[in-house]
């Protein structure tokens, strides 16, 4: 079914902008199963782009037991997303409507010789479908990026809603690949992991405040096996497709 229309972001075209426009317009994956995902977890899980290590790919989904609407609105508060991302100095909107939605993001990184990581990404939405909702964003500009693009998908499901995030993010050559590929990756799946289950928390308990939601996000965090998700990379399913337009 389709669920969005591509449309050109404005930013920096990689390998992935097409496959994400896809996921956009034919849903669902057939690679995806919510009935096998328990309903406080998040199931993440690594995507390997060939011949390229440090391309970070990844597919995230969990249950929210959230109204669709509530689970929507912590989405789109790009004003609260640093509350989330604990290795970020700086995120923040850019611009606005009636501009595209544009976003600052600034990682620290923890060694000494290499600077922070300072991106922008450009997004649009779609809630033309009151039942499913597209975020997508795509980088316009970064220091020690060559590209990134992803795509949100929120499916309304009784009572509750179905989160799915596609992202896919390729680091500059240079300095940061001095890390290797496994602090890269090791780094990334933790960082997302501890976003992704935040919202989740912040959706699920609204009265909880951040330093509980966050307490808790690194909890589960915990239980989450990085080494065995690093290992069992899947690869994206529609990688080498193109768009129609």
Not at 216 to 227: A, L, N, Q
Request: charged share 25%.
């Amino acid at each position: 079914t389709a669920i969005g229309h591509a449309k050109d972001l404005g930013g920096v075209k990689s390998r992935y902008t097409g496959p994400v426009e896809l996921v956009a317009k034919h849903w669902p994956p057939p690679d995806l199963h919510f009935d096998k995902i328990p309903t406080d977890a998040l199931d993440l899980q690594a995507l390997a782009t060939p011949e390229n290590d440090y391309y970070v790919g990844v597919r995230q989904a969990m249950h929210v037991n959230a109204p669709f609407e509530a689970v929507a609105k912590v989405v789109a508060n790009f004003g609260e997303y640093q509350k989330y991302f604990p290795t970020y100095k700086e995120i923040r909107i850019v611009e606005e409507a009636p501009k595209p939605l544009l976003t600052y993001w600034e990682q620290i990184v923890s060694v000494f010789f290499v600077p922070n990581i300072k991106f922008y990404l450009t997004h649009d939405i779609d809630t033309k479908n009151p039942k499913r909702f597209t975020f997508r964003y795509q980088m316009k500009e970064a220091n020690l990026l060559e590209s990134c693009d992803g795509i949100i998908v929120l499916e309304k499901s009784g009572n509750t809603t179905r989160y799915t995030e596609y992202s896919f993010a390729e680091t500059s050559p240079g300095i940061l690949r001095t890390l290797g590929s496994g602090v890269v990756w090791s780094d990334s799946l933790k960082s997302y992991y501890l976003a992704t289950m935040g919202m989740k928390l912040r959706a699920e308990n609204p009265s909880w405040n951040f330093e509980k939601i966050m307490e808790t996000s690194k909890t589960r965090y915990e239980t989450f096996d990085v080494d065995a998700a690093l290992e069992k990379k899947g690869s994206f399913y529609l990688l080498g497709k193109t768009a129609e337009k």
